[in-house]
């Protein structure tokens, strides 16, 4: 089995989703988008907490588009797996068009190439070089934006928050599934996956200085499609964990934006998810608008004399 029909095999199993798509009209991004309100920061340090959730996270591409056109002025970013893929784009300076000309440019059947070993079936390589070619020199912390990408150690199963130093190794460690990838070491420890520990990045956006957050899931829903054979109901099983942990941390976002996009994919593919997190965050931003004008509020109260 080639490379690329390695990964693009594995890849459907974990969307669940047919090599090829249909695309009916209902496909189609909208002629002209609804105009975005203008959303006020009002002073607060505001975050965006990507999570994880595979070929979902396009629809990240979606939400950041909405965000831009709104105009809000979002300092922090935490991304997890694929939220921290796209986010860090974001928190590196790329913008809303850049990002998405990346999204529908870069060949993400290549994105890991085959290594099997005691610790994962390929390595995802790939991810690092081409956001290391995006990225330049510069370190995390050198960005425009804040930026933390969540990963696991893999020896003692803590939660790692990297917000320094080589952007593009932290992604991918971030990004490097279990026993598909192989772990990536950083600073002598062994690190894969965020979503095993904070699919939604809400409390390392928190811990980064935040004032609001706004938590963004993209999962696979258990429900969303019947799982079947071995690799299909362990693969279950890992959604509905991960599930439960995304619930638990999307309670403690200041507002939560939660879609259900997996039938969008196998109807529509890729651009289906980007039209669907655009409209989405579109249609939450006059509440978002609502929110953190509270939130300036009560703080306001807080330090008033």
């Given at each position: 089995?080639?490379v690329?029909?390695?990964?693009?095999?594995v890849?459907?199993?974990l969307?669940g989703v047919?090599?090829?798509?249909?695309?009916p009209?209902?496909?189609?991004?909208?002629?002209?988008?609804?105009?975005?309100p203008?959303?006020?920061a009002?002073?607060?340090a505001?975050?965006?907490?990507?999570?994880?959730g595979s070929?979902h996270?396009?629809?990240?591409?979606g939400?950041?588009?909405?965000?831009?056109?709104?105009g809000?002025?979002?300092?922090i970013?935490?991304?997890t797996?694929?939220?921290?893929?796209?986010?860090?784009m974001?928190?590196?300076?790329?913008?809303?068009?850049?990002?998405?000309?990346?999204?529908?440019?870069y060949d993400?059947?290549?994105?890991?190439?085959l290594?099997p070993?005691?610790?994962?079936?390929?390595?995802?390589?790939?991810i690092r070089?081409?956001?290391?070619?995006?990225?330049?020199s510069?370190?995390?912390?050198?960005?425009?934006?804040?930026f933390?990408?969540?990963?696991t150690?893999?020896?003692?199963g803590?939660?790692r928050v990297l917000?320094s130093?080589?952007g593009?190794?932290?992604?991918?460690?971030s990004?490097a599934m279990p026993?598909?990838?192989?772990?990536?070491?950083?600073g002598?420890?062994?690190?894969?996956?965020?979503?095993?520990?904070e699919?939604v990045?809400?409390?390392?956006?928190r811990?980064m200085g935040a004032?609001?957050?706004i938590?963004?899931?993209?999962a696979y829903?258990?429900y969303?499609?019947?799982?079947?054979g071995?690799?299909?109901?362990?693969?279950?099983?890992?959604?509905?964990?991960t599930?439960?942990?995304?619930?638990r941390?999307l309670?403690?976002?200041d507002?939560?934006?939660?879609?259900?996009?997996?039938q969008?994919?196998?109807?529509?593919?890729?651009?289906?998810?980007?039209?669907?997190g655009?409209?989405?965050m579109?249609r939450?931003?006059?509440?978002?608008?609502?929110?953190?004008a509270k939130?300036?509020?009560?703080?306001n109260?807080?330090?008033?004399?």
């Open positions: 089995m080639s690329r029909l390695a990964l693009a095999t890849l459907a199993v969307a047919p090599a090829a798509h249909a695309q009209a209902e496909c189609a991004p909208p002629a002209q988008w609804p105009l975005a203008h959303v006020d009002r002073g607060l505001v975050a965006v907490a990507f999570g994880s070929m996270g396009m629809a990240h591409v939400v950041i588009q909405a965000l831009e056109a709104s809000l002025d979002v300092r970013v935490t991304g797996s694929v939220g921290a893929i796209v986010g860090s974001w928190a590196s300076g790329l913008d809303a068009r850049e990002i998405t000309r990346m999204a529908f440019t993400w059947d290549d994105a890991g190439h290594a070993g005691a610790e994962g079936l390929m390595s995802n390589g790939p070089d081409e956001l290391a070619r995006i990225f330049g510069r370190p995390i912390q050198a960005w425009p934006r804040h933390g990408a969540v990963a150690n893999m020896v003692n803590q939660r917000t130093g080589d593009a190794r932290a992604v991918q460690a990004a026993v598909l990838f192989h772990p990536v070491v950083i002598g420890e062994k690190l894969a996956d965020g979503a095993l520990v699919p990045p809400v409390d390392a956006a811990e004032d609001f957050v938590g963004i899931d993209v829903r258990p969303e499609a019947p799982a079947g071995l690799s299909g109901q362990a693969f279950q099983a890992m959604h509905i964990l599930n439960q942990l995304a619930q941390q309670r403690d976002a507002f939560a934006l939660r879609l259900d996009v997996h969008q994919f196998v109807r529509c593919g890729p651009q289906g998810l980007v039209t669907a655009r409209l989405a579109a939450e931003l006059p509440a978002l608008a609502k929110a953190l939130a300036a509020a009560q703080r109260q807080r330090v008033a004399p």
